[in-house]
C-alpha cells in the first residue's frame, strides 16, 4: 500500500483549491494508487467545457522521479474518462509547473521518468498557462 506524505497531500489540496478559485470544479482521489487497482489521478477537474486530470508530485530536491506505471495509468484513465493528462509538480519555494504526459521525454535507465527543476522552470506550463489563461514567452 503506497502511503503519501503529509506534504504530497497539502500540494494536492493547494492545486484543488486553486482550481476551484480558477472556475474549475475539482477533487481529490485520495485512493489514487492504494485503495483499488483501477488508474486514478490525483486530481481530477473540470468547468463543463474542458476536463484536466493531474498526477501531483512535490519535492524539496531538485529531481524528482515518477514510475512509468504512475504516468501509464494516468493515461489510461485521462482517456477514458475524456480528460486531458497532466503531471503537476511543485519544488519548495517554486511555483507550480505542469506538462502533458505525451511530452514527457526524461527516461531513466529504467524507464521510469525523471523530472528536473530546471527544465520545469524553462519547458513546462505554469498555472495560468494550464488553464489558457497566458502563455509564457521563453527565452
Known sequence: MKHRGRKGTD??????????KAGFAAIR?????????????????GN?????????????????YIKKKEIEDL????KKFGAEPYLGVKFN???????????LDSITKDGNYR?????TRQTWMD???????SRQVRL
Open 48 to 64: 463543463g467545457k474542458r476536463y484536466i486530470s493531474i498526477e501531483v508530485k512535490s519535492s524539496s530536491k531538485d529531481k524528482i
Open 127 to 133: 498555472f495560468d498557462e494550464l488553464l489558457g489563461k
Open 11 to 20: 500540494s494536492e489540496r493547494e492545486l484543488v483549491n486553486m482550481l476551484w
Open 29 to 45: 482521489s485520495p485512493a489514487s494508487g492504494a485503495a483499488t487497482k483501477n488508474p486514478l489521478p490525483d486530481i481530477i477537474a
Open 75 to 78: 493515461a489510461a484513465f485521462s
Open 93 to 103: 519555494g517554486e511555483r507550480w509547473a505542469f506538462i502533458c504526459v505525451e511530452r
Open 115 to 119: 523530472i528536473d527543476l530546471r527544465e
